[in-house]
């Protein structure tokens, strides 16, 4: 299944770093990034999340919230974040039903492992629709952030 412009998206309530749930329900009425990323450590992973990090006034200023969402727990998290600097929310889908609904998990990764999130940044509009999705197949790939950046202006 893959999610295409207007659709609804999918609705999710994930902890965060801090133990915290953040539900998409949060964000409505607000344009919300949200990242999928395979694996925390990773230098692809990392590469990513720190150049959203570092153009982060970018989002802020176009009134946009960025949430991040991997496979892994949320100390692994809490620690890649922490070390990271990442102003914004890491979450995890353990359990794997978010990236599942947003078409965005491989079955098999490298190194035999079943189950990560594929590479993948969507943007939900204020009413809770898809603006904007992307799905990597590679996981050497980045998102397109320049468009995800026209979409949101």
């Keep these: 299944m893959s999610l295409k412009i207007g659709d609804s998206a999918p609705l999710f309530t994930l902890l965060n770093t801090e ?36 153009g982060i006034g970018v989002f802020s200023n176009l009134k946009t919230d960025v949430v991040a969402i991997s496979v892994d727990s949320l100390f692994t998290l809490g620690k890649f974040k922490e070390e990271q600097n990442l102003p914004f929310n890491l979450l995890s889908d353990f359990n794997k039903q978010t990236s599942t609904a947003y078409g965005a998990l491989y079955e098999e990764f490298v190194l035999g492992m079943k189950g990560v999130s594929k590479r993948a940044a969507f943007v939900v509009d204020e009413a809770g629709k898809i603006a904007y999705a992307e799905v990597l197949e590679s996981a050497g790939d980045q998102p397109d952030f320049e468009k995800i950046k026209a979409i949101i202006a």
């Design 19 to 54: 133990k915290k749930e953040i539900s998409l329900a949060d964000f409505k009425g607000k344009k919300v990034v949200v990242l999928f990323f395979p694996l925390a450590f990773t230098s692809v992973c990392t590469a990513e999340l720190c150049s959203v990090r570092d």
